[in-house]
């Protein structure tokens, strides 16, 4: 876990968040989903200037090690726009 702490938010994680992460992938979470809820999360996104278009380009290159192409970029700003 703390790996993901590092790579999505820069910080060391406490001892209760990695026992909370812990719990949830002892229970069925995938890695996944637990990288999902990091990218989702509030913390994540004030990181990343607090707006859909920064945290977009950033979950493009978090995710797929990539810039965005313009056009998938349009459509998932679109769809956050929503």
């Known amino acids: 876990m703390q790996n993901y702490y590092q790579q999505y938010l820069a910080r060391t994680a406490g001892a209760s968040e990695v026992a909370g992460w812990v719990n949830v992938m002892q229970h069925g979470g995938t890695s ?3 990288i999902a809820d990091f990218l989702g999360s509030r913390e994540y996104y004030l990181d990343h ?12 290159q978090g995710v797929l090690a990539r810039s965005p192409d313009q056009s998938g970029y ?9």
Do not use: F, P, R, T
């Open 74 to 82: 349009d459509g998932w700003l679109a769809v956050l726009s929503k």
């Open 49 to 60: 200037s607090a707006n859909a278009s920064d945290w977009l380009s950033s979950v493009y």
């Open 32 to 34: 996944a989903q637990v």
